[in-house]
């Protein structure tokens, strides 16, 4: 059974920072991309930031220079590093693994408030 579990969220200030994770069981964590998607209320759901097997990212234009994607193969984790946070960066966070075309797994999301 795949299980994508997200940590980490919570309340914080703006200019504060937070720092999610995803464990993940189940799957061969090594050979997936994982990505950080987050979904606003009345939004629709976006990609954060991504990282392939290979440690190759991307990042969405709002986020860039103030998150960092990481993952530790070792651990069957991915981190999301969050920076400088805005009170528009108020969201759902969810962990995504994808492998190809064929496998695309979701976690349950972890809530992160920024209040101003």
């Known amino acids: 059974q795949v299980q994508l579990v997200e940590s980490g969220g919570g309340l914080v200030q703006a200019g504060g920072s937070l720092r999610l994770s995803c464990a993940a069981s189940?799957?061969?964590?090594?050979?997936?991309?994982m990505g950080w998607y987050r979904q606003a209320p009345g939004k629709q759901r976006e990609l954060v930031a991504s990282?392939?097997?290979?440690?190759?990212?991307i990042y969405a234009d709002s986020v860039k220079g103030r998150f960092t994607i990481s993952r530790d193969n070792a651990k069957n984790t991915v981190y999301l590093q969050m920076n400088s946070l805005k009170p528009e960066d108020t969201a759902a966070y969810y962990c995504?693994?994808?492998?190809?075309?064929?496998?695309?797994?979701w976690g349950q999301g972890t809530q992160v408030t920024v209040s101003s």
């Open positions: 995504n693994a994808k492998y190809r075309l064929v496998t695309d797994y």
């Open positions: 189940g799957i061969l964590f090594s050979i997936y991309s």
């Open positions: 990282i392939t097997a290979g440690g190759n990212t």
